[in-house]
């Protein structure tokens, strides 16, 4: 709760259901013009951001192990792993 994962997870609950409604919106005639393209850019911009957030998750795995205020942390990053 203090580090903001709870309000990470509930917004990324709401984000999963953004390009249904984008879609809804791009598809219906009697919406604006510039409203469907308004929603085709949207929906363009989350397609791009899961592509980068899922490669940077991937590609790498980092450890930290703290042992409290005294003692310098231990970090172990593995680097880019190969594809």
């Known amino acids: 709760m203090l580090n903001n994962d709870a309000s990470r997870e509930a917004a990324a609950k709401e984000f999963t259901a953004a390009p249904k409604i984008l879609g809804e919106i791009l598809r219906n005639e009697r919406?604006?013009?510039?409203?469907?393209?308004?929603a085709a850019r949207e929906i363009?911009?989350?397609?791009?951001?899961?592509d980068e957030k899922f490669?940077?998750?991937?590609?790498?795995?980092?450890?930290?192990?703290?042992?409290?205020?005294?003692?310098k942390p231990i970090v172990v990053d593995s680097g880019p792993l190969p594809p």
């Open 31 to 38: 919406n604006s013009p510039k409203h469907r393209i308004d």
């Open 44 to 50: 363009r911009t989350v397609a791009r951001v899961a």
């Open 55 to 71: 490669a940077d998750d991937v590609d790498r795995v980092r450890v930290v192990i703290n042992l409290g205020a005294d003692v």
